[in-house]
């Protein structure tokens, strides 16, 4: 009993410690989780896997000191998942703000326009502008901060099912918030700015996750599906209004030209 105690109550205070942690720092996309966050949840992971040796006697729960706590580190470990989740979609939904400013009949629309001549070639064949601005800079770089948190995440944290939990459930919400803000679009064609940085978004949230491990059922749920089948009508769009539809590659093929994409 006094074990179950002295653990709950360090992870009360280690729960109110990750909370504060996660106010810090800003929604752009150069936010990198602090260790200090990773180390709160390995204090987590190591008190659900010492908890059964603390909280029985032999192995053996008589008093279920050892359910109780172990359901409470459980309840705080999936708190843990949400709350790092949010902190990371709120960069992902401060880069879709920025890109509906371009929006049709936007008041700052016609200020972006005047940037507009976009070629999607620069996206699809970044070689051919290598000694230019890439074109869907915003898109870039919310690439980059997937992949360096993902990295930091699997170097910090000890335990893979939980950086497996953590990365099926973060996915999911990323191919919610993209395909609410187009569905908010569903009367409106995107402009070719918006069309590439959404569009490597998607494309390379998915490669990233699948290369972290994520099941093909989460990967192509109905809302990835949703996001793609759009996705394939406003590329084709661009690549009529930009290139008279003559475009090379597509980041969005038809069904069976999916190549390994």
């Known amino acids: 009993l006094m074990a179950a105690d002295m653990i709950e109550s ?34 987590v992971i190591d008190a659900k896997n010492q908890s059964l040796k603390l909280c029985a006697v032999d192995g053996i729960d008589v008093h279920q000191y050892h359910t109780k706590i172990d359901e409470f580190l459980e ?28 929006d049709e009949g936007s ?36 690439v980059n901060f997937i992949r360096a948190n993902l990295e930091i995440f699997h170097q910090k944290i000890n335990d893979e099912l939980w950086i497996l939990g953590l990365f099926e459930y973060w996915y999911t919400q990323t191919m919610n918030a993209i395909c609410d803000w187009l569905t908010d679009r569903l009367d409106l064609s995107l402009h070719p700015y918006q069309m590439t940085c959404l569009g490597l978004i998607v494309k390379k949230t998915y490669s990233e996750f699948e290369i972290q491990g994520a099941p093909e059922v989460c990967l192509r749920s109905k809302t990835y599906q949703t996001i793609y089948a759009r996705m394939q009508m406003e590329e084709a769009n661009v690549h009529l209004k930009m290139e008279g539809g003559t475009g090379g590659e597509r980041m969005f093929p038809a069904r069976g030209e999916e190549n390994d994409y």
């Open 107 to 142: 008041v700052f629309a016609p200020i972006f326009n005047f940037t507009s001549q976009i070629n999607i070639s620069k996206v699809l064949n970044p070689a051919s502008s290598s000694q230019n601005p890439p074109a869907n800079e915003l898109g870039l770089s919310y």
């Open 75 to 102: 309840k705080v470990s999936q708190q843990m998942i949400r709350g790092l989740v949010q902190k990371l979609i709120s960069v992902l939904e401060n880069v879709l703000g920025k890109l509906a400013r371009y």
């Open 10 to 43: 360090c992870i009360k205070r280690t729960l109110q410690a990750f909370e504060k942690w996660l106010q810090k720092g800003g929604k752009s996309t150069d936010y990198m989780v602090p260790i200090g966050i990773s180390a709160m949840i390995n204090v």
